[in-house]
């Protein structure tokens, strides 16, 4: 393992999203970490919110943007000759960075170490889950089954130019030629991206971390609670229908916003559930202190995930979670050690396994200890921090 100043200088890389989420928050967490180290990082990073200043025949610009940036490119090659970094490392370049970069790295002949967020190089939609369902129809057969169906955000003109950015740089071996390592974030989502043609010598496992730590709650939890974005893939509508099937009076309270907010408001009202809580967007403080106060944590979600942060904020707080036995939470969630799986997208599995844990509350609090325990064991920073420098020296050593 390096020492914390034998990498000196780092360039870290992202575009924000329009609405924030948990690649923000990743981000955000490892700058503080290796600034804490000693390293000295140097940030560039660029939003989304620059998208709506591309209106009418602009648009068109935009969409050369996404596959290629020039003004990105040169203003990038720039900062490399100004900084001389011993390492890039991209977590994210969609949209309005562009893969551009990468590039501009091959030529300065710099290391570039990219974090795989989520499956944007395999699926234009990132999710691998079109229309309540599992779809890997573009690993199967080409990228335009998703620009049939309009995967990304239901256009299926933004899904052309999402899936003509993933062809072209497919063509030109970017991804293979101009990355030196890749951070998986989980045993599955490795698998996954090596089906997808990455190399297996180049890419390399790294969970995310939560700091600081938040310490454990009571472990005497008077609800349970679902924490995320509320959209499809999250399938908190098969949440709000196990609902109706409890054997008993269980307060639910939800936390998060996104585009089924007013749609998931109004089906808990159709089916008259008055112990779900919807709280709408809080602060991260407010979060841990809601995920302390729950006897459970319900990660829903029907899609692969890549990881699945929540869960590891849970685990921090002591807290068990009751997740889809699929994907990337299949992984990180032990069936009756920390927490408890149920049959992806069966209302009537979750609803029984929801009664079960509320009506074993000594148990929870066992597997919230064994929850805590993983945490400590896997997901702190002080655990984080040596993985990430032995990727980094990896790039390094494979670059000289």
Request: net charge positive.
């Amino acid at each position: 393992m390096l020492g914390a100043l034998q990498i000196v200088k780092i360039i870290l890389v992202h575009n924000y999203y329009q609405q924030p989420g948990g690649e923000d928050v990743v981000f955000q967490r490892e700058r503080e970490l290796l600034e804490r180290a000693g390293h000295d990082v140097v940030v560039y990073c660029r939003s989304n919110n620059e998208v709506n200043s591309y209106h009418g025949i602009k648009q068109l610009v935009l969409v050369r943007k996404t596959i290629w940036a020039d003004d990105t490119r040169r203003e990038f090659a720039e900062l490399l000759r100004a900084q001389r970094p011993d390492l890039v490392h991209i977590h994210n370049t969609f949209v309005m960075i562009s893969p551009s970069i990468y590039t501009a790295c091959r030529e300065a002949r710099v290391p570039v170490v990219q974090t795989l967020h989520n499956y944007r190089l395999l699926c234009p939609a990132a999710t691998f889950f079109r229309r309540g369902h599992i779809c890997e129809e573009c690993m199967e057969h080409t990228l335009w089954r998703s620009v049939r169906y309009g995967c990304y955000r239901d256009s299926h003109s933004g899904t052309a130019a999402v899936a003509l950015m993933l062809a072209v740089h497919r063509s030109r071996h970017t991804w293979v030629r101009d990355v030196t390592c890749y951070v998986a974030l989980t045993n599955f989502a490795r698998t996954k991206f090596l089906q997808g043609g990455l190399p297996a010598q180049e890419v390399y496992v790294k969970p995310n971390f939560v700091y600081p730590d938040p310490q454990p709650g009571m472990g005497d939890g008077k609800y349970v609670l679902f924490a995320g974005r509320l959209s499809p893939e999250k399938r908190v509508s098969t949440l709000l229908n196990a609902w109706t099937h409890l054997r008993y009076q269980i307060p639910l309270v939800i936390i998060g916003g996104g585009p089924q907010m007013s749609q998931l408001k109004g089906e808990a009202a159709r089916l008259n559930l008055t112990t779900v809580d919807f709280r709408g967007l809080l602060s991260y403080e407010q979060t841990l202190a809601a995920i302390k106060g729950a006897r459970l944590l319900i990660f829903s979600s029907e899609s692969y995930e890549t990881f699945g942060l929540t869960i590891a904020e849970a685990f921090a707080c002591g807290v068990p979670v009751l997740c889809s036995r699929l994907g990337a939470m299949e992984e990180i969630v032990e069936h009756g050690r920390t927490g408890l799986y149920f049959a992806a997208g069966n209302e009537d599995d979750l609803a029984e396994k929801v009664d079960w844990a509320w009506n074993h509350p000594d148990r929870m609090r066992l597997m919230g200890k064994e929850a805590r325990q993983e945490y400590e064991n896997k997901y702190t920073a002080e655990k984080n921090y040596p993985i990430l420098m032995d990727i980094y020296q990896r790039a390094i050593s494979a670059n000289a």
